[in-house]
């Protein structure tokens, strides 16, 4: 479930309040995929799930201004569970982490991290890293989407 987005101080736009919020695209969607420009970002994030679940991933982890109560978000942020992910069917893209990764946004919208990779100066990886506010730096909260068994990546 997705919770109600709150206010936090310094912070220009609602995010989800603090933890770790289970959820399958179809919720996704339904929740913040509300005009043609999200619907877009939705309709990117999912073709990538389908090449990470393809590929043998099993979990990610949403967040960005995609997941927040900006009108028009830039994009999405990802960071992905390199467990049991099979490097030769990874989309090449997914590597891709030069010229603040173009190359991703490019293909689908967002941008994608290995979640255990380290993503400040202080040593957190973006797991730890997604769920702090990059405005007050205050705690908040991410989506984890389970790909194995969502039913948007089935083929019919």
């Known amino acids: 479930m997705i919770p109600e987005l709150i206010a936090i101080k310094d912070s220009p736009w609602p995010v989800l309040p603090i933890g770790i919020h289970k959820a399958d695209l179809a919720a996704i969607e339904n929740r913040f995929a509300s005009n043609k420009w999200r619907r877009d970002l939705f309709a990117g994030l999912v073709a990538a799930c389908k090449c990470l679940s393809q590929a043998g991933c099993r979990h990610l982890y949403l967040d960005g201004s995609f997941v927040t109560g900006k009108p028009q978000p830039g994009d999405y942020d990802v960071c992905w569970d390199l467990h049991g992910v099979d490097s030769r069917l990874l989309d090449p893209v997914f590597s891709d982490l030069n010229n603040h990764r173009v190359a991703q946004k490019t293909?689908?919208?967002?941008?994608?991290?290995?979640?255990?990779?380290?993503?400040?100066?202080?040593?957190?990886?973006?797991?730890?890293?997604?769920?702090?506010?990059?405005?007050?730096?205050?705690?908040?909260?991410?989506?984890?989407?389970?790909?194995?068994?969502d039913s948007m990546l089935q083929n019919p």
Not at 116 to 145: C, H, M, P, T
């Open 107 to 149: 293909k689908y919208g967002g941008e994608f991290f290995p979640s255990r990779y380290k993503a400040d100066a202080v040593g957190r990886n973006f797991l730890e890293f997604f769920q702090l506010d990059r405005f007050s730096g205050e705690q908040k909260g991410i989506v984890l989407v389970s790909l194995a068994d």
